[in-house]
């Protein structure tokens, strides 16, 4: 039997607030975002990261002949700020996925927190990325991940009834116990869904450690690498690397080496005759469930807890996603398509990462592209906007 190797991609970048909308913009300012970070920010990634290695994945793909294949998540609101500050981009997103050996994966328009908070806002998220997906691309996706990798066994259920046939999740011991990630499962509550973990210590070689100088499997070349990947024959079918894409590039740097590793890589993985890369869609359909996968509690992709505590759990964060979701109602019942999506950008899981307070002393990652100096900056700047939003309710003489 073969071992399937599955490339899962995360595009996402939020719209940034304006770090100068203080107590005194509420009411006579109802201008929120950063339009000039937001634009700068993206254009550095762009040019460091999405475009080399989008131009590297279509080389890999053309130099194998479709044997190389990866899938990408990509956000409604990344791909709206492609469509405003950098529309070659998307081009090349569209060129990977014309080649038949990419697949487009759904997820929450707005890369937001909405399956905690309001089923019903999240349903019409996920539809309207599946039809912002289908035009851009001209596909209907199959496979869904929710934001972060955020999942329980509730989401898998939802995800079931929306006619969905595979979903991602992140491979955690909390979960799995002693089972390996590198098979295919069910959700113990939707057994007709098929289940893709993410193996997260191989995932997170390449993208947290690849650069490190300390760590034991420093320096890490494609030969070894892929040494590595083909110890798992014999004891899995699939192995499931997870990343952010700005792992190319941007948290690793072009001169890591990175894009040599990347480009060197599926010729050393296809030195076992066994081994082939495969999309979501396809795994789930080529190998049958071993088991079925129980997680009561949510799990994530996020910091070694893997739970939701990267966006929940301190009273910033709480009041905040309280708040947002509090206006649900009221916002919609405005009718306004332009301040309906004004809120819905508001709801982006970046906003509560930001006032993540539980690592911000050792300056982890939650400071990574982060425009605040402290997550109270973060917070008391979120809080504005929304109160300016209520109050513009309000003048129109809607009740919050």
């Given at each position: 039997m073969s071992v399937s190797v599955c490339f899962y991609f995360q595009v996402h970048q939020p719209f940034r607030l304006r770090k100068n909308y203080n107590f005194f913009s509420i009411g006579p300012d109802h201008f929120y975002e950063d339009e000039k970070t937001n634009k700068n920010i993206l254009s550095k990634i762009v040019e460091k990261s999405y475009l080399p290695t989008n131009n590297l994945m279509l080389k890999l793909i053309k130099k194998y002949k479709g044997q190389f294949k990866i899938s990408f998540s990509l956000s409604g609101i990344i791909l709206e700020q492609f469509e405003l500050y950098a529309p070659h981009v998307l081009d090349s997103f569209k060129k990977l996925v014309d080649t038949g050996c990419v697949e487009i994966i759904n997820e929450t328009y707005y890369h937001s927190l909405s399956f905690l908070k309001s089923k019903e806002e999240f349903r019409e998220q996920v539809n309207a990325h599946k039809d912002k997906i289908k035009k851009i691309f001209g596909v209907v996706p199959t496979t869904f991940r929710n934001t972060e990798l955020i999942y329980n066994n509730d989401l898998a259920v939802e995800i079931e009834k929306m006619g969905y046939k595979t979903i991602l999740a992140e491979g955690t011991e909390k979960v799995l116990g002693w089972r390996s990630p590198n098979f295919v499962y069910y959700p113990s509550t939707a057994p007709k869904l098929k289940l893709l973990l993410k193996n997260y210590r191989l995932s997170d070689d390449v993208a947290f450690r690849f650069s490190n100088s300390a760590w034991s499997g420093y320096p890490l070349t494609a030969e070894k690498y892929a040494n590595?990947?083909?110890?798992?024959?014999?004891?899995?079918?699939?192995?499931?690397?997870?990343?952010?894409?700005?792992?190319?590039?941007?948290?690793?740097?072009?001169?890591?080496?990175?894009?040599?590793?990347?480009?060197?890589?599926?010729?050393?993985?296809?030195?076992?005759?066994?081994?082939?890369?495969?999309?979501?869609?396809?795994?789930?359909?080529?190998?049958?469930?071993?088991?079925?996968?129980?997680?009561?509690?949510?799990?994530?992709?996020?910091?070694?807890?893997?739970?939701?505590?990267?966006?929940?759990?301190?009273?910033?964060?709480?009041?905040?996603?309280?708040?947002?979701?509090?206006?649900?109602?009221?916002?919609?019942?405005?009718?306004?398509?332009?301040?309906i999506h004004t809120w819905r950008k508001l709801l982006t899981s970046d906003h509560y990462y930001y006032a993540c307070t539980k690592w911000f002393n050792d300056g982890d990652v939650h400071k990574y592209f982060n425009p605040y100096d402290t997550p109270y900056e973060a917070y008391m700047i979120y809080i504005n906007v929304l109160n300016d939003l209520k109050l513009s309710l309000r003048d129109r003489g809607i009740n919050c």
């Amino acid at each position: 039997m073969s071992v399937s190797v599955c490339f899962y991609f995360q595009v996402h970048q939020p719209f940034r607030l304006r770090k100068n909308y203080n107590f005194f913009s509420i009411g006579p300012d109802h201008f929120y975002e950063d339009e000039k970070t937001n634009k700068n920010i993206l254009s550095k990634i762009v040019e460091k990261s999405y475009l080399p290695t989008n131009n590297l994945m279509l080389k890999l793909i053309k130099k194998y002949k479709g044997q190389f294949k990866i899938s990408f998540s990509l956000s409604g609101i990344i791909l709206e700020q492609f469509e405003l500050y950098a529309p070659h981009v998307l081009d090349s997103f569209k060129k990977l996925v014309d080649t038949g050996c990419v697949e487009i994966i759904n997820e929450t328009y707005y890369h937001s927190l909405s399956f905690l908070k309001s089923k019903e806002e999240f349903r019409e998220q996920v539809n309207a990325h599946k039809d912002k997906i289908k035009k851009i691309f001209g596909v209907v996706p199959t496979t869904f991940r929710n934001t972060e990798l955020i999942y329980n066994n509730d989401l898998a259920v939802e995800i079931e009834k929306m006619g969905y046939k595979t979903i991602l999740a992140e491979g955690t011991e909390k979960v799995l116990g002693w089972r390996s990630p590198n098979f295919v499962y069910y959700p113990s509550t939707a057994p007709k869904l098929k289940l893709l973990l993410k193996n997260y210590r191989l995932s997170d070689d390449v993208a947290f450690r690849f650069s490190n100088s300390a760590w034991s499997g420093y320096p890490l070349t494609a030969e070894k690498y892929a040494n590595w990947l083909h110890a798992v024959a014999g004891n899995g079918e699939v192995i499931g690397l997870f990343m952010d894409y700005e792992t190319f590039g941007e948290h690793q740097w072009a001169d890591t080496g990175i894009f040599n590793f990347l480009e060197a890589l599926p010729e050393k993985i296809f030195e076992h005759a066994d081994y082939i890369f495969q999309t979501p869609s396809e795994v789930s359909t080529t190998y049958p469930p071993v088991g079925s996968f129980d997680s009561k509690d949510f799990i994530s992709w996020a910091d070694i807890d893997r739970d939701l505590s990267a966006w929940l759990g301190n009273p910033l964060q709480d009041s905040a996603l309280d708040l947002a979701y509090s206006l649900e109602k009221p916002i919609k019942e405005s009718k306004d398509q332009d301040l309906i999506h004004t809120w819905r950008k508001l709801l982006t899981s970046d906003h509560y990462y930001y006032a993540c307070t539980k690592w911000f002393n050792d300056g982890d990652v939650h400071k990574y592209f982060n425009p605040y100096d402290t997550p109270y900056e973060a917070y008391m700047i979120y809080i504005n906007v929304l109160n300016d939003l209520k109050l513009s309710l309000r003048d129109r003489g809607i009740n919050c």
